[in-house]
């Protein structure tokens, strides 16, 4: 560790990371008065902005990921992901997505968000759901056999973990349907793909790798 940054006050519980145009980006779930987006300088290791989301101090944005040259942002207590533009610090557009709270891939020409529907994000529409970045609206839904918490990309896959029916699946992101399915030992918490292999963390404190 070779430093140490303060969030206060008025970012609280920072979760989702991520860096862009050389900034650091940090969600932070709580706030004072609302969740925000924190803007770092890694160089001088100071907080250089803060982009409110949402509306309440609590149950902020989680996960942050940047492509199509902005960040997007999901943000529970308001039921969407915010698309912030980054060299202006503003928000672009808020796309309603009543169960955004868990993670989020990105590419170029879409953004895939994990939808939940459990006691820490209710109402939400088990699956996943697709924005286009041209029209900032949401494309397609899909169900994912079951209420999903992790998504990631990999090239023109897109992988899905679920935490109900402990399934690993795929998604040809071209033709927005689903490749396969395997079952998991496990409920899926967060997934990671690159070089051949799917890599799953799961709620009971084991580490998958699937080829």
Not at 5 to 24: A, C, E, M, Q, R
Not at 71 to 77: D, F, I
Not at 140 to 157: I, K, R, W, Y
Request: glycine residues 12%; aromatic residues 6%.
């Amino acid at each position: 560790v070779t430093g140490t940054i303060s969030l206060n006050p008025g970012g609280l519980h920072p979760i989702g990371v991520t860096v862009f145009d050389g900034y650091v980006w940090v969600a932070n779930h709580d706030g004072n008065p609302t969740g925000s987006v924190a803007k770092i300088d890694p160089t001088t290791m100071q907080v250089v902005d803060l982009i409110p989301v949402g509306t309440e101090s609590d149950s902020g944005p989680t996960t942050i990921v940047s492509a199509a040259g902005s960040l997007w942002v999901n943000v529970p207590n308001i039921g969407g992901v915010v698309r912030i533009n980054p060299l202006t610090d503003t928000t672009i557009a808020t796309i309603p997505i009543k169960g955004a709270c868990a993670s989020i891939a990105a590419n170029a020409h879409a953004v895939w968000v994990a939808d939940l529907d459990d006691a820490g994000c209710p109402g939400g529409s088990p699956g996943i759901s697709r924005i286009d970045t041209s029209p900032n609206t949401v494309t397609a839904t899909l169900n994912a056999a079951g209420t999903t918490g992790a998504v990631a990309l990999d090239g023109e896959t897109l992988w899905y973990g679920t935490t109900n029916s402990n399934s690993l699946g795929r998604i040809d992101t071209t033709t927005n349907t689903i490749a396969g399915q395997l079952k998991l030992p496990g409920p899926a918490f967060a997934t990671a793909a690159a070089n051949g292999f799917v890599w799953i963390t799961d709620q009971d404190g084991l580490l998958f790798q699937v080829q």
